[in-house]
């Protein structure tokens, strides 16, 4: 496999890793997952009819941003990292303002996400073209992932349901040894599975089931979904035969059922200061500082989404 083959199987299998984000627009919302290193990046984006992609190289990086920003020279390494930049407050934390502004124009099946901030003190400007996403490409991100959540999600109501039959005993040999509950309104009845289910099916169902613009799915579920596909890519990898499916500084996963699963991160290098060419320069361009990411503290876990 040559060196080209490599960057860009390492931008499919990063991309897999990511979280979905909710990125609202003036017109609509999107659901985005990127990944970006410094050879280039991977997005895919959905509107929940369709799902759009691209990636790219560092090549094409240079020659987008040398039409995009003719005022602004750098190497492609300098605007990836600032494109992570951007990126990032949006796909860590749906609540948190970025730096950018963002809206998108769709030609016939295409769809350009375009992307506004300052660099450097000067207007930055950047177009992901997207295409259709291949039928194997939407599968592999959404459908197969969805599917490993369901099953996931049931095992886990299963274990639950055994849970609670055996507090049910507990209880049961509490009250056979004469205890007695000092609160009557803590009093619960034994816990029956079918009709447990059959009321769930028709009270919950109609709202717990609810799609919506998709982002009750990004804002709950995205712990599990990464989970999810990382121990997909372990067991492709292994059945494979092509060893640990993370990066030398991360633990491997051990599934979805007892371990949730950070997010992967590919250290993007710090943007160089940026030389401004221009006929009536106000300034020399200071560097672009990275702002410091603070690594979450793993916390113990009860469930698979908590």
Wanted: aromatic share 6%.
């Amino acid at each position: 496999m040559n060196l080209v083959n490599m960057k860009m199987e390492e931008l499919e299998q990063g991309l897999l890793m990511q979280p979905w984000a909710w990125l609202p627009l003036a017109e609509n919302s999107l659901l985005v997952k990127a990944y970006i290193t410094k050879q280039g990046y991977a997005l895919l984006v959905s509107d929940l009819q369709q799902v759009w992609h691209e990636q790219v190289d560092a090549s094409v990086v240079s020659q987008r941003a040398k039409e995009l920003n003719k005022r602004l020279t750098a190497p492609p390494a300098a605007f990836l990292c600032h494109l992570d930049d951007l990126l990032r407050p949006l796909l860590k934390d749906t609540a948190c303002p970025g730096k950018a502004t963002f809206s998108c124009d769709r030609v016939d099946e295409a769809m350009i996400l375009r992307v506004q901030s300052e660099l450097s003190g000067l207007p930055f400007y950047w177009n992901f073209h997207c295409i259709l996403a291949n039928p194997s490409l939407v599968s592999q991100h959404l459908i197969r992932p969805l599917m490993g959540m369901s099953l996931a999600l049931q095992c886990q109501g299963r274990e639950l349901a055994t849970l609670l039959r055996m507090k049910d005993l507990e209880i049961q040999d509490y009250q056979e040894s004469g205890a007695v509950l000092s609160r009557d309104r803590l009093k619960t009845e034994p816990f029956e599975e079918n009709s447990f289910l059959e009321q769930f099916m028709v009270e919950k169902l109609p709202e717990a089931c609810h799609v919506g613009d998709g982002r009750p799915f990004v804002m709950h579920l995205q712990n599990l979904y990464v989970a999810v596909t990382r121990q997909e890519i372990q067991v492709r990898q292994e059945h494979q035969g092509t060893g640990d499916p993370q990066p030398s500084s991360s633990t491997s996963p051990q599934g979805t059922e007892n371990q949730l699963l950070s997010q992967p991160e590919e250290p993007v290098p710090s943007a160089p200061s940026l030389p401004v060419t221009e006929k009536d320069p106000t300034g020399p361009s200071g560097p672009v500082k990275r702002p410091q990411l603070s690594k979450v503290k793993r916390k113990k876990l009860r469930g698979l989404f908590s």
